[in-house]
């Protein structure tokens, strides 16, 4: 497989590493679809239902949601026709629970025609104090989505979405300082440990995070070879 052709790939990192900003990006370059596990949680969580009140019970504190929930979710999602073109995995597998499910489910009917198989995995290594200081810092506008940043990403007309032109900007309710240290502490225990797996298999490259977002990009670029 020549660089290029990597279209099917997970990017993994701590809590604030910019695995959503930088998989946006790289998913528009190669024209595949991003899937954020996170924004699936949220979305249902936002529906109220009691599965939706399960997941925003365990996203408040920083949990992670049971493995075959989210596991499920990510599998219908990247097996949807409109995504065959590929995916990019944002924040999907944390665990190596979810690793075992998913590389189970990949190879089973309905699912083993499909070319599910992930190529590449994205390592955004970032240390601590930028941590703290990327996911305290950032807003959402209320209308599209578009996410900021006080110091990194400004909107270009003070107050104003660059996206959409809306108004009102939002914090998600899981970025404060406390729910910080609790995802820093499952990121370290439980997802840490799919690093190692992916990097023997052969599949892992590591970015560093630190910087500018285009700069991150930049690095992102040399190594998938768009
Ligand atoms: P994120 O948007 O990636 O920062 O994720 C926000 C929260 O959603 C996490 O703190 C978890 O509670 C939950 N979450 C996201 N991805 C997963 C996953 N792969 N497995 C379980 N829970 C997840």
Same mark, same amino acid.
């Given at each position: 497989?020549? #660089?290029?052709?990597?279209r099917h790939i997970i990017m993994?990192? *701590? ?8 998989a946006?990006?790289?998913a528009?370059?190669l024209?595949i679809t991003t899937i954020? #596990? ?22 408040? &504190?920083?949990?992670?949601? *049971? *493995? ?6 990510m599998?219908?999602e990247i097996a949807k026709?409109?995504n065959s073109a590929g995916y990019i995995m944002d924040?999907f ?23 599910l198989?992930p ?32 110091? &990194? ?74």
């Amino acid at each position: 497989m020549t #660089a290029n052709n990597f279209r099917h790939i997970i990017m993994v990192g *701590p809590p604030g590493s910019g695995k959503g900003t930088q998989a946006a990006i790289l998913a528009e370059k190669l024209q595949i679809t991003t899937i954020s #596990a996170g924004e699936l949680l949220r979305a249902e969580a936002r529906t109220g239902s009691e599965l939706g009140k399960q997941i925003a019970a365990r996203i408040d &504190f920083g949990k992670l949601v *049971p *493995p075959e929930i989210i596991v499920r979710a990510m599998i219908q999602e990247i097996a949807k026709p409109e995504n065959s073109a590929g995916y990019i995995m944002d924040g999907f597998p944390r665990s190596m629970d979810q690793v075992g499910l998913f590389d189970e489910a990949i190879s089973k009917e309905p699912y083993s025609d499909k070319n599910l198989t992930p190529d590449l995995v994205l390592f955004l290594q970032v240390p601590d104090d930028y941590i703290y200081d990327r996911i305290l810092g950032r807003s959402q506008c209320a209308k599209c989505g578009e996410m900021y940043h006080e110091k &990194f990403k400004t909107p270009k007309v003070f107050g104003v979405c660059d996206r959409c032109g809306g108004k009102e900007f939002t914090k998600r309710a899981d970025d404060t300082y406390e729910t910080v240290v609790s995802r820093l502490r499952t990121y370290r225990s439980v997802t840490a440990p799919v690093i190692p797996y992916y990097e023997e298999k052969g599949l892992l490259k590591c970015i560093d995070g630190t910087g500018p977002i285009d700069v991150v990009s930049e690095k992102i670029r040399k190594v998938v070879g768009y």
